[in-house]
C-alpha cells in the first residue's frame, strides 16, 4: 500500500467530518467518490459526515439555545435567513428539522433559529440525528454514483486514483477553510475604536 493511499485511508475520514461540519455537501460528494475509488469505506464516509453535521448543528442548537442575548445570535437573528427559517419552523416544525440542510442558504442559521425557537430540546436532538444520516447518506451515495459516472465516460484511471484522490482531499479542506475563516472573521478581525 502507497504512502499516499495511506494518508487519504488516514485522514480522509477527518476531512469529510470537517468538510461536512464547516463546508456542507461538497466534502461528502468528494468522500463518496473516494469510497468508489476503495480509498475509504463508503460506511466511514457517511458515518463521518453525519457526525459532523449532526454535531456543528447541535452545537448551533445549543448556542441559539442558551446565548439567545449573545452578540453572535443577536446578529443572526436579525438576517433575513434567519426570519425565514424562524416563519417555516414555526408552521412546520418536523419537516423544518429534516430538510434544513438540503436549502440552499439556510444551513448556518436554521439550526440557531431551531434553539430560539419553542422545539423541545430532546425533540431537535431525534430529528437532528434522522436528519443528519438522511443528508449524508444521500450525498455520499451522490459522490460514490458520480465516481462510477466519471469511469463509464473516461474509462478507468489507470494511476491516477490516488493523485485524484489527494487532489479532492485537498480541495475539500481548502473549501472547509476557506468557510471557517469566513464564519469566524467577523470574530476575528480587530475593531475599530471610536
Not at 109 to 126: E, Q
Not at 156 to 183: D, M, S, T
Request: net charge positive; with cysteine; aromatic share 16%.
Amino acid at each position: 500500500m502507497g504512502h499516499i493511499e495511506q494518508l487519504l485511508r488516514d485522514y480522509g475520514p477527518l476531512g469529510v467530518f470537517l468538510g461536512a461540519a464547516f463546508e456542507g455537501q461538497t466534502a461528502v460528494v468528494a468522500g463518496g467518490f473516494l469510497a468508489h475509488l476503495k480509498l475509504m469505506s463508503v460506511w466511514t464516509v457517511a458515518v463521518c459526515a453525519c457526525a459532523g453535521s449532526g454535531l456543528i448543528d447541535q452545537a448551533l442548537f445549543l448556542a441559539g439555545r442558551r446565548f439567545r442575548d449573545h452578540e453572535f445570535v443577536v446578529r443572526t437573528s436579525q438576517t433575513a435567513a434567519f426570519a425565514k427559517a424562524l416563519r417555516f419552523i414555526e408552521r412546520y416544525p418536523v419537516s423544518y428539522v429534516i430538510a434544513f440542510r438540503f436549502l440552499f442558504g439556510l444551513r448556518l442559521a436554521s439550526p440557531i433559529a431551531i434553539g430560539v425557537s419553542r422545539m423541545p430540546a430532546v425533540r431537535f436532538l431525534l430529528l437532528n440525528i434522522l436528519s443528519a444520516a438522511i443528508w449524508a447518506g444521500t450525498f455520499t451515495a451522490i459522490g460514490f454514483w458520480f465516481g462510477q459516472t466519471f469511469e463509464a465516460w473516461f474509462g478507468r484511471f489507470k494511476g491516477l486514483e490516488h493523485w485524484l484522490g489527494v487532489a479532492l482531499v485537498v480541495i475539500v479542506a481548502a473549501i472547509a477553510l476557506y468557510h471557517l475563516v469566513k464564519w469566524l472573521w467577523p470574530y476575528l478581525r480587530p475593531r475599530h475604536q471610536t
